[in-house]
């Protein structure tokens, strides 16, 4: 069964900083993994697609990584700003049983940036 | 605007009322799906509907019953729910892909914020 991990669970910075979001994901047999954006009382906001045979996307301040045989995504933001405040969540469409095709979430990170 | 709308946007509801969540897709996708979004959980899909018929149920209760009448419109059929199953329902929707390995970007609607009492 395919299970989606995020580290750290809430993360709060100042301004101006770079950050590193992680996501972890236990088996590797993946179409992509995706990082979307939610903001609070409202849906999610895809951000970035790596398909499996890629290693990264980029778009903007956000660079997106794979390393699909380790099970592991991070998400990097440069520059922070305080309109990046949000919960950040991860997911992956696997190929096998129930979940077939479809995403499995991590839980999140929610981040905070201070002016 | 992501293209995909929900309403009510908030429902407070009793355990024994019956009430109903509307989802509506405004991209020309084929796919639409159901998702409950519970505090300190994992978004989790509760159903998938591709071309107009479901074609996964993640072991959902009864109590909720999807319907999707044409492409562009999803329903969540609400009865006799329970005070647990209050959450944030998210509809989205997609192109599903034909063939593996395919981008297949989900669109979300804003949600439902269901309170059962």
């Known amino acids: 069964k395919q299970e989606v991990t995020q580290i750290p669970a809430a993360l709060s910075v100042p301004e101006g900083e770079n950050l590193v979001l992680n996501c972890s994901f236990t088996d590797s047999a993946i179409y992509n993994l995706q990082w979307f954006r939610q903001d609070p009382g409202k849906g999610l906001t895809s951000l970035l697609l790596i398909q499996s045979s890629q290693r990264e996307q980029t778009s903007g301040r956000l660079n997106a990584s794979l390393d699909k045989s380790s099970g592991r995504s991070t998400l990097y933001i440069a520059a922070s700003q305080p309109g990046d405040s949000a919960t950040y969540l991860c997911a992956v469409r696997s190929y096998y049983g129930g979940s077939q095709g479809n995403l499995i979430f991590g839980k999140g990170t929610k981040l905070s940036v201070k002016p | 605007e992501t293209g995909v709308t929900q309403t009510p946007r908030h429902l407070v509801m009793g355990m024994t009322n019956k009430k109903s969540l509307k989802c509506e897709q405004h991209l020309g996708h084929n796919a639409m799906y159901w998702y409950k979004q519970s505090a300190k959980k994992p978004l989790e899909l509760m159903f998938v509907y591709s071309l107009e018929e479901r074609v996964e149920n993640n072991s959902v209760p009864s109590r909720f019953s999807p319907e999707c009448p044409n492409s562009s419109h999803l329903f969540l059929h609400l009865h006799t729910l329970q005070p647990e199953d209050s959450a944030l329902y998210l509809c989205?929707?997609?192109?599903?892909?034909?063939?593996?390995?395919?981008?297949?970007?989900?669109?979300f609607g804003p949600g439902t914020r269901l309170t059962v009492l």
């Open positions: 989205a929707s997609s192109q599903r892909p034909g063939l593996a390995g395919e981008a297949d970007t989900q669109y």
